[in-house]
Nanobody, 121 residues
Framework: QVQLVESGGGLAQPGGSLRLSCAAS????????MSWARQAPGKGLEWVSG????????VYADSVKGRFTISRDNAKNTLYLQMNSLKPEDTALYFC??????????????WGQGTLVTVSS
């Protein structure tokens, strides 16, 4: 059974940092690209970042480029999102998602329950 469990969300001040983690199980993690997406209150799902199966390349939405860094540890079956210089508009429920293949296509096969990030002073 494929399972993705996010953690690391919470309350951060504007300009602060948080690190999200996603523990994957039930599939060969190292064989698939992975992505992070988010959903702000009252808005639709927004893709945030993706990383290729071997971590050789990563891509970002313009809204987070230069502030967020995606990474993965295939030995630990874990995906990460380091979020720096947080802004109130980053407030959202953050999901990790398994892609269908080895590269990032923003086409998600499955995603987790999410972890809530709130950026407020």
């Amino acid at each position: 059974q494929v399972q993705l469990v996010e953690s690391g969300g919470g309350l951060a001040q504007p300009g602060g940092s948080l690190r999200l983690s996603c523990a994957a199980s039930g599939f060969t993690f190292s064989s698939y690209a992975m992505s992070w997406a988010r959903q702000a209150p009252g808005k639709g799902l927004e893709w945030v970042s993706g990383i290729y199966k071997d971590g050789s390349d990563a891509v970002y939405a313009d809204s987070v480029k230069g502030r967020f860094t995606i990474s993965r540890d295939n030995a630990k079956n874990t995906l990460y999102l380091q979020m720096n210089s947080l802004k109130p508009e980053d407030t959202a429920l953050y999901f990790c998602a398994k892609e269908y293949g080895v590269v990032v296509t923003r086409d998600f096969e499955i995603w987790g329950q999410g972890t809530l990030v709130t950026v407020s002073s």
